[in-house]
């Protein structure tokens, strides 16, 4: 485990691996594709010098394995938080799906029908966020979750980190930011 700090607590946002999108599934149950496992695997000899003491991830399947292995090896116990899931575009098929999620980074305010709007996600990943952060004050935090939820907290961090920077992440892709009483530092992509 991570050796306690004074004052701030350093939180990790993970992406998960790549994975499989299987039409016959909900989303939530998609698994790490092939490639995506092993992934989760390396990601191990990645996280470990890190120092993490608290690993919390979205219920998604693909996020919880990606961290599962690292979890395992370093004899951390993986917590889930509902919160942390990925933002729900519609509860309808959308043919255009990248289109549309980009209308939702032009217009925060947009909503779907059965959808969660670019706010909506934002404020929710932002809420558990932060709130894990507290719980960990001095200490390392992993945290687990999805492209988009991960990059609409980091535009609530820095504007310019917007739909341009969305789509340029990775499966897997890792960040630090640091927490220091109730203001976020920089963000580094690792």
């Not at 938080?81 to 799906?97: K, Y």
């Amino acid at each position: 485990m991570g050796e306690r700090r004074r004052g701030g607590t350093t939180v990790y946002l993970l992406r998960h691996a790549e994975s499989t999108v299987i039409p016959a599934l909900p989303e939530s149950d998609w698994p790490l594709s092939e490639a995506g496992v092993q992934q989760a695997g390396d990601l191990r000899a990645c996280l470990e010098p890190l120092g993490v003491d608290h690993v919390v991830s979205s219920p998604f399947v693909r996020a919880v394995d990606t961290v599962r292995p690292f979890c395992e090896a370093a004899g951390i116990e993986l917590r889930v938080d509902h919160d942390l899931r990925e933002r729900r575009l519609s509860g309808q098929l959308i043919r255009d799906f990248e289109g549309t999620l980009r209308k939702t980074w032009e217009d925060f305010d947009l909503a779907l029908p059965g959808g969660e709007s670019s706010r909506a996600c934002q404020e929710r990943v932002a809420g558990c966020i932060s709130r894990l952060a507290a719980a960990a004050q001095g200490q390392t935090l992993l945290v687990s979750s999805h492209g988009n939820a991960i990059a609409l907290f980091l535009n609530m961090l820095d504007p310019a980190f917007g739909w341009s920077e969305w789509r340029a992440m990775r499966n897997p892709d890792l960040f630090r930011i640091r927490l220091d009483g109730p203001c976020w530092g920089p963000v580094v992509r690792l």
